[in-house]
Structures are given as structure tokens and as C-alpha cells.
């Protein structure tokens, strides 16, 4: 078992903008290691802090280099648009086509305090673009067109639908009926 629940769409942390990190310490060392924890057997190729519901600017990620963390990063410049399908580990079994830009400038830090800079394109500036959205409170619903979101919306209702299905009754939960 995942040492965190990953949050899902409807969670409230998950629309909220993530705070700085003020120190980078055994803490969040641990919290890192965890999430990748979490991360790998979801399997994702990347998590956000406020995804496990800790409202941290963190995320982690391995696009096939090996794991890494990036604490309270920042894109500073962007160039041209990718249009790719994307998922969401907050938004399980659902994914759209979605426009990015396709070449990003990013800095931040790692968990030794030391600044990092990356010029990332195609899918690894997706993958960052994407973790820093949920640092910023911003789902993935929120990129797609008018159709898409009404697909979505659809999707997402039938998503709850079955899962509310397939969910014992409250009185099966608790241990039974009570007879009269």
C-alpha cells in the first residue's frame, strides 16, 4: 500500500494554490521519498504535493532518467504549443487532448537547497507544466475546449455513478441491519 492516498477530482485541496517551501529539511525528504512511493505504484510519471493533500510546492517526477524532485519551481519562458493526449492521477481513467507549450525554461530547487534550471520540451515540459498546475490549484479540466468539457462533465458523472454503485450501503458498512 502507497504510503498516501492520492487525492481525486471533487477534493478541495486540490483547487488550491500550494505554499512556498521555507526549508528544505528532513521533513520533506521523507515526504519526497513517500510520494515517490506513491507515484510509482499509481504509476505516474509525476505527483504533486497537493495531490497527497500537503499544500507544499513540491513535485516529483521520472520521465525515465531516474526519480527527481523539484521544490518551488517556476517556468520563465515558453515557446510554441504541443497538442498531446493527457491524463491526470486525480482524474483516473480519463485523458484528453490537450494544447501546451512545447519548449519551457524551468527553475527551482532540489532537496540538497541547490537552484536547478532545465530547458525541457515535448513531454518532459508537459510533465512539469502539468505538476505545476496542481501546485497552482489548476486541474487538468480546466485546459480542455467547451466539447471536451462537456465530455468530461458526462464522464465524470458516470465515474461517480458506478463507483456509488459498487459501494456497500451504509447499514452493510456499519455491520448489518437492524431488525426491528
Known amino acids: 500500500m502507497p504510503p498516501y492516498a492520492i487525492r481525486i477530482i471533487g ?7 500550494a505554499a512556498e517551501v521555507e526549508d528544505i529539511n528532513g521533513a520533506l525528504v521523507r515526504l519526497a ?28 517526477y521520472d520521465a525515465g532518467d531516474g526519480p527527481a524532485v523539484l521544490v518551488n519551481p517556476v517556468i520563465s519562458e515558453s515557446r510554441g504549443e504541443w497538442a498531446y493526449e493527457e491524463g491526470c492521477l486525480s482524474v483516473p481513467g480519463l485523458s484528453w487532448e490537450i494544447i501546451r507549450p512545447k519548449e519551457i525554461h ?5 532537496l540538497d537547497g541547490n537552484e536547478v534550471s532545465f530547458e525541457a520540451d515535448e513531454l518532459l515540459a508537459r510533465l512539469f507544466q502539468h505538476e505545476l498546475d496542481h501546485l497552482d490549484g489548476v486541474l ?24 456509488e454503485a459498487a459501494a456497500p450501503p451504509a447499514s452493510a458498512a456499519s455491520g448489518g441491519l437492524r431488525l426491528p
Open 11 to 17: 477534493d478541495p485541496v486540490l483547487n488550491e494554490r
Open 33 to 60: 521519498d513517500d510520494m515517490l512511493t506513491t507515484m510509482y505504484e499509481a504509476p505516474g510519471l509525476g505527483l504533486a504535493a497537493p495531490q497527497v493533500g500537503v499544500q507544499k510546492r513540491l513535485f516529483v
Open 106 to 110: 524551468l527553475t527551482g530547487y532540489d
Open 140 to 163: 487538468l479540466l480546466e485546459h480542455l475546449d467547451d466539447d471536451q468539457r462537456k465530455a468530461a462533465k458526462k464522464a465524470l458523472r458516470e465515474q461517480t455513478m458506478a463507483r
